[in-house]
């Protein structure tokens, strides 16, 4: 089946502008994981999500950033007033359930943002 | 808290050799550690895992870790690199309750012919 996809591939920004990136998990997933990966600094947690409510928004990095999941499926990733410091790959990943056994998070291939 | 961190940003290792990427881990409980691969403008695949069990741990493409708490360790090995594996490599820990997953900074693997 299909797994994680996200779109836009890549978006180029001026600075200021606002910014949605989207995230399609795999069918049937309920955990929905977002992370940031900067060059150098590895992949850096922002928000997990389960079904549609957001239990740990700890990642996030500035009241700038939000996110939302709707229907259990989709999400969205908005990032406001864009600064260059946002210029990342974005990536999404999902989960079949987040209790119990470690399941496995299958990852999308990212969202590049630069912002200029 | 946890943590993760992978010793070397970069590794070259030539055609043929063992590879060695290093990985050690902080967790106040017993985790599950985790190595994934990036290729090239792709997301993260997961090459293994450990959870429970044995701690020697088999995973694709040939690639083998071994959990060793005294040393609160979890190196990923491949006998014999194949120019395939060139790639970036990433450990990461999960401990706790649910499934956030904490990332070292990865390893670039180069592999020289």
């Known amino acids: 089946g299909a797994g994680v996809s996200q779109s836009p591939s890549n978006k180029v920004t001026e600075k200021g502008k606002d910014v949605e990136l989207r995230c399609d998990p795999i069918?049937?997933?309920?955990?929905l994981y977002w992370y940031r990966q900067s060059l150098g600094q590895g992949l850096e947690f922002l928000i997990y999500?389960?079904?549609?409510?957001?239990?740990?928004k700890s990642g996030l990095p500035s009241d700038r950033f939000s996110a939302e999941r709707t229907g259990g499926s989709v999400s969205t990733l908005t990032i406001q007033r864009t600064q260059q410091e946002d210029s990342a790959v974005y990536l999404c990943?999902?989960?079949?359930?987040?209790?119990?056994?470690?399941?496995?998070?299958?990852f999308g291939p990212g969202t590049r943002l630069t912002v200029l | 808290a946890q943590s993760v961190t992978q010793l070397g940003s970069h590794v070259s290792v030539s055609e043929g050799a063992l590879v060695l990427l290093r990985c050690n881990y902080s967790s106040s409980v017993p985790p599950y550690l985790f190595w994934y691969v990036q290729y090239p403008n792709q997301g993260l695949q997961l090459l293994l895992k450990y959870t429970t069990g044995a701690t020697l741990v088999k995973g694709i493409n040939g690639f083998e870790a071994e959990f060793k708490k005294s040393e609160t360790s979890f190196h990923l090995t491949k006998p014999s690199a194949h120019m395939s594996d060139a790639a970036e490599y990433f450990c990461?820990?999960?401990?706790?309750?649910?499934?956030?997953?904490?990332f070292g900074t990865g390893t670039k693997l180069q592999v020289i012919p």
């Open positions: 999500f389960q079904g549609n409510s957001a239990p740990d």
């Open positions: 990461a820990v999960l401990s706790g309750g649910y499934q956030k997953v904490t």
């Open positions: 990943a999902s989960s079949a359930r987040d209790r119990g056994n470690y399941n496995e998070q299958f």
């Open positions: 069918s049937g997933h309920t955990a």
